[in-house]
């Protein structure tokens, strides 16, 4: 079990000082049920098929947890989703089945679940009922070394992380709840070091969820009512998230999940939405409109979580991909003032918040620097060849000399190799003609054997 630091040393299955892969050990169960308690971790892989319920589509999210000792225990979550840049903290009064633990993991679905090494031997409770629901979770268990769970690590990452305006609110808000900043600690620590990913200075949105404001549906509940998962066919849309989603961004549709499986209780926020739909609803021109601004967005979480998040090692495939997001932000940028077009004469409280955020005077700072930079004409090309040469010409001209020596080193390479493909066309199109139409005879003349052969087959 996890409990608050002593001035003792605790007690570690690393055998490495240093953090690195040395330090932990993965463990993952293909069958929890049968699984026998002999202490060896497994190599299996988790199932990530089917019975997960808490993804849209597959993302990357790391779970920290942390329990503390007693009749009632305390857990402590921390959620990290690498792919829309948001860290989601807990700390639950649980009940010894762990029943609001093990429902949290299945609503956020995280792709690792990191605990401490030190209550995998000997097992403790909250170890072995995560182990068992593995694979409904599809994720997999992580054992870390005990000193990554941190509280003064945590506050740290707090401060230099979060967003500068919401530094003190978080502070506040996660007061006293020593388990869930410990998680956070660890989660990022394993993300920097583990795995080789940095978050830029005030970039990740942190946000405390506490047990009130939200109800809690049972996993049971969640598949017998088919909310978000046709039990016949699990890739089937008859479902009530299937038959709710008329989104039109993968933002909307990630927001609707979440609203499903954990419906909101607060009167204030949802008075606020009904407010918004009533004011779509009776306004027909402001629903269209803001329906066809929608139309064009891009995954915008993924795409800003994507220029914040710089890989330890850069590659050839990061500095090409680093582009990819530029040319991403520019056409989501473009999508901005649309929306906020559309959203003019809204008497909604959230509508006319939402448009104030996309006001363009807070876009044209950035927009500026794309467009000194970035050619007007490039758009995001979904095949990998317009890609392509919409990635090599997306830097304006002057910007880099050797840059537009390449490039035009680029232009007459390509300029030869297509005019000398046009020559051996030219000088082999009649030697090309003349096998074809040899060819063609060979073929229709064997095929007219054949057939003869079993015309006079039949008529014997």
């Not at 978050?199 to 405390?208: A, E, G, T, V």
């Not at 910007?399 to 190799?417: M, W």
Request: charged share 20%.
């Amino acid at each position: 079990m996890f409990h608050p630091p002593r001035s003792s040393t605790s007690q570690s299955t690393s055998a490495s000082t240093s953090y690195g892969y040395g330090d932990y050990i993965t463990i993952t169960t293909s069958r929890p049920g049968t699984r026998r308690n002999t202490g060896r971790p497994s190599t299996a892989r988790p199932r990530t098929g089917a019975s997960t319920i808490a993804r849209v589509e597959a993302q990357n999210v790391v779970c920290a947890i942390a329990e503390s000792r007693g009749i009632s225990p305390t857990v402590g979550l921390a959620f990290v989703n690498l792919d829309t840049a948001e860290a989601v903290l807990c700390q639950i009064c649980d009940s010894q089945t762990f029943v609001r633990t093990v429902h949290k993991l299945k609503v956020y679905g995280p792709s690792e679940i990191l605990i401490v090494s030190t209550a995998a031997s000997p097992r403790s409770k909250l170890f072995s009922i995560i182990e068992e629901n593995l694979e409904d979770i599809g994720s997999k268990l992580t054992l870390l070394d005990r000193r990554y769970w941190a509280e003064s690590t945590g506050y740290e990452y707090i401060q230099s992380l979060a967003f500068k305006e919401d530094v003190e609110a978080i502070k506040v808000s996660v007061t006293g709840n020593y388990y869930a900043v410990c998680c956070m600690a660890a989660a990022l620590k394993y993300i920097d070091l583990g795995m080789g990913m940095v978050f830029s200075l005030h970039s990740l949105r942190i946000r405390y969820e506490p047990s009130e404001g939200s109800m809690m549906i049972d996993v049971s509940t969640i598949y017998s009512l088919e909310l978000v998962q046709n039990l016949r066919d699990p890739k089937s849309k008859d479902c009530l998230f299937g038959l709710l989603n008329e989104t039109s961004t993968p933002m909307g549709a990630r927001l609707l999940r979440s609203n499903i499986l954990q419906p909101l209780t607060d009167p204030e926020v949802l008075n606020t939405r009904y407010a918004a739909v009533d004011d779509l609803t009776k306004k027909e021109e402001l629903f269209f409109a803001t329906q066809a601004a929608l139309k064009n967005f891009l995954d915008a979480d993924r795409i800003l979580t994507a220029l914040i998040i710089t890989p330890s090692k850069p590659t050839l495939q990061t500095t090409e991909q680093s582009i990819n997001h530029i040319i991403m932000l520019k056409q989501f940028i473009n999508s901005v003032r649309p929306v906020f077009e559309a959203l003019t004469g809204t008497k909604s409280v959230m509508l006319n918040n939402i448009r104030e955020i996309c006001a363009p005077e807070n876009v044209a700072p950035v927009q500026e620097l794309i467009d000194h930079v970035i050619n007007e004409d490039t758009t995001y090309a979904r095949q990998p060849l317009e890609l392509r040469n919409q990635r090599t010409y997306a830097v304006k001209s002057g910007v880099n000399g050797l840059l537009d020596v390449a490039r035009t080193t680029y232009k007459e390479a390509t300029e030869d190799a297509y005019q000398h493909s046009n020559e051996l066309s030219r000088k082999t199109q009649s030697v090309l003609t003349a096998n074809t139409l040899a060819d063609f005879k060979k073929r229709s003349t064997i095929f007219d054997s054949t057939s003869n052969m079993t015309q006079r087959a039949s008529s014997t």
